[in-house]
């Protein structure tokens, strides 16, 4: 028999409730996390499976200018939120944190660590998901900006530094050469330091590719984002087939490759799936999955936000399917904790 799901109330099912959420969706007043694949719909009690949330957290999620909760990040000003902020700016360096309106800037720029995003802060792509500025660079990368991220990670004390960079159609390679040397300019600063680059997709140059993989970064991470049929409206210009092949080409050079999915744009949970099912027969090994958090009313609407209950059951599904290691949870983004993520699979030497 089938399991339908729905919410418990307060620990208990009530069914007047019930009747109201139901009444409410068909008037169109509760939006998709309520409407989507937890709606209460109609089953006999005694066959639902109920995820718990409390009366106020269900009447905040009917009012459509809310975030539930579970998605609103506490981002403290502490020392070293600050000290990281000013060594940031005092090496004119970007950060993908602020950039991209990451909910863990505070979580993570208080433990000294962050995301450096290299090759400028236009992108060349204008994914209608991301909040960084969509625009036609104007130049070449600072060819010093290697070095300076390398005495950022160095004074921070990193061991485990993630490295990403905007999309650059407009050069050559992409800006794969300036991955390269990023990496080498962080291990030659930082002896001994872990580098993961997360990577865009290079317009699908394999030799472009080649130049990031020669300078052997510890981890390979290009997000897949969404699923196959939602492509076009997501992330324009890009193609699964392609993020797919970039990924299956760096694992055959022998890299660990990672990838990222963002959930609440409108996928089906059999999508999500065959997405995973994908990954693993590419041979990639780490996944992150969170929710989508519309930056501005300029850009896609939520479809829907998953409950917390939700995410254990995804990654299981990944580790099911055989992913390595699954990150998932409501704030979880690619870098998310990058360093313990990588952990998972490893190989010790």
Known sequence: MDVE???????????????????????????????????????????????????????QLTSAKRLPRWVIAKNPLSGGYVDTKALMRSKGLTTVCEEAACPNIGRCWSRLTATFMIAGSNCTRGCRFCNIATARPIGPPDADEPEHVAEAAAQMGLR????????????????????????RALRERSPGIKVEVLIPDLRGSRDALDIVIDATPDVLNHNTETVPRLYSRVRPGARYERTLELLAHSVAAGLRTKTGLMVGLGERLPELTAVFSDLVSVGCELVTVGQYLRPTPDHLPVSRFYAPAEYPALAARGRELGLAHVEAGPLVRSSFEADRVAEHGAVAV
């Open 5 to 59: 799901r729905g919410f418990r109330i307060d620990g208990a099912v009530d069914t007047e409730m019930e009747s109201a959420i139901r009444d409410a969706h068909r008037a169109g007043r509760v939006p998709d996390l309520v409407a989507g694949d937890l709606v209460l719909s109609g089953g006999p009690l005694d066959r639902l499976e109920f995820v718990d949330v409390s009366v106020a957290e269900l009447t």
């Open 160 to 183: 485990f530094v993630v490295v990403t960079a905007v999309a650059r159609d407009d050069l050559p390679d992409g800006g794969a050469a300036h991955f390269a040397a990023t990496i």
